[in-house]
């Protein structure tokens, strides 16, 4: 079985964002990691590949430390790696990035793609969804449990209040989320042969794309300018007692806020 | 006339709570000159068609087979095949489990550009800009669209909801004969607790955290929530311990939420959870440490022992409510 | 047991451990330094400043692209007593002309910058790891264990600082002593690069140094020190674990951190700045006594881990030593592997070159001034004494004043003209 997995790397979620000055970008402490969710993604295709056969690639689009997601994949277990590097490619929104994605995805047969729910840079959760489309393929969001048997496969996800079971024939396409499983720390052997590997890379012209399609130039959503979220004044602590913090919290709430 | 597409998503019989802010949404910018239309999957029932008739010129109801239980393929099938004979110019949908897993493939059958998860809409300027939060809440994006339409999805509370009564719009039935193209096939959905509201969707939340110490002192949560209408959310400790169901979790790895109260409990207000609710419109802490991170980003704190101060408030609000 | 061997594995990102694997990975062995924190520099903590001129023979192809803060032209010594001070500078336009004697520092990211070197010459850098053992073969140290894996390797270096837990369980150290060793907080505030050189009246990249010493510790042996960096300030103390533990009343370390920020001679310093982190570290203060045996079959010890570190009360002098003998450890791991010769004989070595270094040169100079220091009265009496004198020459009252020299001779004799403070000289002459 061939199994895709799209992985990105995010800032650290403790890294300092700031705006920058006049609104048009972000200044984002260097500090980076893969995004939590693609780490259940892999982790999934490795227990796929660890049950089933078959071989693990695992591809990101992003310039500079981006290929570090690359060897982690690596050094977790994947056989391959693949690696959208040319600047062409970059800032742009999901369909841009999803459709770049597809095209190297398509470069080699396969049976299934995992990616993560959401990146928690840009908060979009879209480009799963996205990719299945432009494959169209069916896919299955959020997934917490994953069964290959006969060609098929059946996923569960959270819904309200439960779960629904789903079945797909394959390929598909699954976004993986908390629940799916615990991703393992690569052994350090697996990190030295992973920081020697070599990381292939795709241009956009090899998947057949122009640079009008793809990165900024490719978006359907422009960004105007970045703003601060809402500053709140500041907490204001509730003396007294417990009794008493109690019972002016609770006048605040009724009185002042009215929220009940 | 241009023309709004609204996506009502169900709750049981009724449109989610989400599906009402963005009706709500739409019947002020009726009076502005849009035409809005609704559209609905599956079958509307008659309480559906109530509420939501007075807030549209037109509610269409796409009834296939395959559109009785959600899959992405179906709806989003659906929704383009339909939105391509209405011609709108933005299509909206609430950010919910659902509409941010299936729009996305709208906006690829459309062409559409999408903005998903937004806080907030400027209707007024053109091109139309929308606002969303990005990195966990650390900074707000605005984004427009290259062109139209364009979808967006928005983040529940994020709009008020104060439908007025209006003349009913026009109700049609609709179907579109895409049943054999669905791949996916549901096998079951399994419901745990039916009918509880979603933590997403919730007016006031209260979470309790680790300082909890066990399963069992939840109830203390549950007794205060029910009394302010609200519902009980988790830290991932928490989840992670099983005390509570991942489908309370807020934060990073769980759900973001936005409601009017959000009252934190036992909880030490890490990064990863403030990120899943630094856009509650107040929110107070209870926690014993004063230098925990939560008080940080709190309206209101309380230093003190949870297991005073909760039900010492729990009592005064059962006198205030005279109960 | 591992089949393959690495040559050399290291325990501990820190200066030692980094330049230990820079040396080795520049002479072209298989290196893998294994480091417990998110990054290299991550959980390092110094007060800030290191002196380079002892490093240029050691790390001579880099050292100067290094990622300093600020080279220091301002030297301030605030002698504290509880509620006067007494502050003393001292500056040199030599200071001010390259090349600079010494810079501050901020280890995340210098460490960062090492750790980087090391793996453009082809060594593994891998954080996240903590070794939790060491491997054994035939009596001697043949590699390590870490979280379920064993890492077989030719040599072992233990750089993994002051509490090093590699020495104890090679045997090479005996469990470690309160005694032996000053806690530190340390903190770091955010400050306007311009801010920071009109306040401390510097140019662009000068940057000064700050220590205090007195009240600050109620008594306990140690001291306080802010540094410059380039958009931050590096703020902390030092105290003696073991006066710590018996302080009464007791105090709790982050009491006196507290107080000693609100004191007006360092919160004139700080105002305005944003606390970005806060971090406590220990500091082998043992001097030369408390160097543990420095190499073993299969294993060497560089660093902190050794105990190479100088706490002269108000200074903290380790990163030349970490650096220096990270490298001469490597220097000897590099003709012990090439020889195929790792016996604790071959080893001995180390030591031989260690001697012939500054490093325990240095260690060796300063060999009693842990005793000189530790006296109390250093921390009090002293203090007392030279804000009185000053009190004295700068006070107006309504009274007429004395002569000043009468009212200086009372105030000495008062707190120094005495027994004890005879003691205290003769014991200067260790110094
Ligand atoms: C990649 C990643 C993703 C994550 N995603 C999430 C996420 O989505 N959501 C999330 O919540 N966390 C998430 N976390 C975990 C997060 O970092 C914290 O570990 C977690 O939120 C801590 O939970 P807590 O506040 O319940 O527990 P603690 O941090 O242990 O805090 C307990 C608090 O209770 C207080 N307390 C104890 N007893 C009492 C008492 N009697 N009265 C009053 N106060 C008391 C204590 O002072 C303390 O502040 C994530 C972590 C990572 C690494
Ligand atoms: C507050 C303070 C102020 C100081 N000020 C100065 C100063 O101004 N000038 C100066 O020269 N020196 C100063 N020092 C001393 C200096 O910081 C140290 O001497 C120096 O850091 C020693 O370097 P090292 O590499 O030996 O140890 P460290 O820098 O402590 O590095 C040891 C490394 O080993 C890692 N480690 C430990 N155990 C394991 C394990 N089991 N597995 C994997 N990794 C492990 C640790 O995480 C750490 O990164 C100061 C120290 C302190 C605490
Ligand atoms: N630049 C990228 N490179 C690789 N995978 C990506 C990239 N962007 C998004 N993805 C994948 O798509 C998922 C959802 O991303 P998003 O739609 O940006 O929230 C992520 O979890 C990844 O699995």
Known sequence: ?260 | ?323 | MPEEKLDAVIVGGGLAGLAAAYRLAEAGKQVLLLERGDAPGSKNVTGGRIYVEPLRTFLPSIIDEAPFERHVVREMITVLDEESSVQLEYAQDGWRKQPYMSYTVLRARFDQWFSEKVMEKGGFVIPNRKVDDLLWEDGRVAGVKAGGEQIGAHIVIAADGALSFMAEKAGLREPLKPANYALAIKEVHKLDEKCIEERFGLDVGEGAANLFVGALTKGMFGGGFLYTNQDTLSLGIVVGIDALMHKQPQIEAYRLMDDFKARPEVARWIRGGELKEYAAHVISEAGISGISKLYTAGMLVAGDAAGFALNMGITVRGMEFAIASGVIAAGVAVDALNKGDVSKEYLAEYEKRLRASFVLRDMETFRHSKEVLENPRLFTVYPKFLSSLFNVLFSVSGTPKKGLYKSARAVAKEYILNWEGMKDFWSLRKL
Request: net charge negative; glycine share 10%; aromatic share 4%.
């Open chain 2, 1 to 323: 006339m241009e023309r709004l597409l609204i996506f009502v998503e169900t709750k049981g019989e009724r449109p989610r709570k989400v599906s009402m802010e963005l009706l709500s949404e739409g019947q002020k910018l009726r009076a502005q000159g849009y035409a809005v239309e609704a559209v609905v999957m599956g079958k509307a029932s008659a309480a559906l068609k109530e509420e939501v008739l007075p807030c549209v010129d037109r509610l269409v109801n796409l009834t296939d087979a395959v559109l009785q239980n959600y899959t992405a393929e179906g709806f989003a099938l659906a929704l383009a095949n339909h939105a391509r004979s209405v011609d709108p110019k933005l299509i909206l949908a609430g950010a919910t489990q659902v509409g941010r897993d299936f729009l996305p493939r709208v906006a690829v059958l459309l062409g559409a550009g999408i903005a998903s998860d937004v806080t907030g809409i400027r209707w007024k300027e053109e091109p139309i800009k929308v606002i969303r939060p990005v990195h966990g809440g650390r900074a707000l994006s605005e984004v427009s669209f290259a062109n139209y339409p364009a979808i967006v999805t928005t983040r529940p509370n994020s709009f008020p909801m104060e439908p007025s009564g209006g003349a009913p719009g026009e109700f049609v039935e609709k179907e579109l004969g895409i049943s054999s193209e669905v791949r996916t096939k549901v096998v079951r959905v399994e419901e745990v607790t039916k009918g509880k509201v979603d933590v997403t969707e919730a007016d006031v939340i209260v979470t309790g955290g680790r300082g909890l110490k066990g399963p069992e002192n939840f109830a203390l949560l549950e007794e205060l929530a029910t009394l302010l209408g609200g519902v009980v959310g988790a830290t991932r400790s928490v989840v992670d311990a099983k005390w509570r169901d991942q489908g309370d979790q807020v934060g990073k790895s769980g759900k973001t939420v936005s409601p009017k109260l959000y009252i934190a409990v036992g909880l030490s207000g890490a990064i990863h959870h403030i990120m899943g609710m630094d856009t509650s419109k107040m929110i107070v802490a209870i926690n014993k440490d004063s230098n925990a991170n939560i008080f940080n980003y709190a309206d209101y704190g309380i230093v003190g022992d949870l297991f005073e101060v909760l039900p010492a408030m729990t009592e005064d609000i059962k006198k205030r409510l005279g109960k």
């Open chain 1, 1 to 260: 079985m061939n199994i895709v997995v799209l992985a990105k790397q995010v800032p650290d979620p403790e890294a300092i964002v700031g705006i920058r000055g006049d609104g048009t970008g972000l200044e984002i402490e260097p500090k980076f990691a893969t995004n939590l969710f693609d780490e259940f993604a892999l982790e999934e295709a490795l227990r796929l590949r660890e049950k089933h056969g078959g071989k693990v690639k695992v591809i990101t689009l992003g310039g500079g430390k981006a290929t570090e997601v690359l060897r982690t994949g690596i050094a977790m277990g994947a056989d391959e790696a693949l690696l959208l590097d040319d600047p062409a490619f970059f800032d742009g929104d999901g369909y841009a990035t999803a459709l770049a994605l597809s095209r190297a995805i398509q470069r080699e047969p396969f049976d299934l793609v995992l990616c993560g729910k959401q990146a928690t840079d840009d908060d979009r959760s879209e480009v799963g969804p996205m990719v299945a489309q432009l494959l169209n393929l069916p896919h299955v969001g959020g997934i917490t449990k994953l069964d290959i048997a006969d060609g098929k496969a059946t996923a569960e996800s959270p819904v309200e209040g439960g779960k629904a079971v789903v079945e797909v024939p394959l390929p598909a396409v699954f976004t993986a989320q908390k629940g799916l499983n615990e991703a393992r720390v690569p052994l350090i052997t697996g990190v030295m042969k992973a920081m020697k590997a070599q990381i292939p890379k795709v241009t956009p012209n090899e998947l057949g794309l122009s640079t009008e399609e793809i990165g900024k130039a490719g978006s359907k959503v422009r960004i105007e300018q970045y703003l601060p979220p809402k500053k709140r004044a500041g907490v204001h602590f509730i003396p007294g007692d417990a009794g008493e913090a109690a019972a002016e919290a609770v006048r605040i709430l009724v009185d002042e806020v009215r929220v009940i």
